[in-house]
Nanobody, 115 residues
């Protein structure tokens, strides 16, 4: 099983980034997918979630209206479009898959919002 995140980097406040997470080794199209983040000194928190068929999405209040989660089951990929980035969005962003009772995590990608 692999979850490989990419797309992180350094961006100015108000900027945008698009994170990608490519999955392999499990039934991606039957798995619910999440993006989490962890800032220095803070607990890991759920940012966004998407059901296996993409029909339902949920967001943390702190990112509603700015972030969009989506998925392409043909490409085994989940995305996180992040707009209007703020200093407080700085964190390591992780992709998580839930396949039945099994949970898989990626290694994370760093997002730094700084002027």
């Amino acid at each position: 099983v692999q979850l490989v995140e990419s797309g992180g980097g350094l961006v100015q406040p108000g900027g945008s980034l698009r994170l990608s997470c490519v999955a392999s080794g499990f039934a991606f199209s039957r798995s619910h997918m999440n993006w989490y983040r962890q800032a220095p000194g803070k607990e890991r928190e759920l940012v966004a979630a998407i059901f296996s068929d993409g029909a339902v999405t949920n967001y943390a209040d702190s990112v509603k209206g700015r972030f969009t989660i989506s998925r392409d089951n043909d490409k085994n990929t989940v995305y996180l479009q992040m707009n209007s980035l703020k200093f407080e969005d700085t964190a390591v962003y992780y992709c998580r898959a839930r396949e039945g009772l099994r949970t898989y995590w990626g290694q994370g990608t760093q997002v730094t919002v700084s002027s």
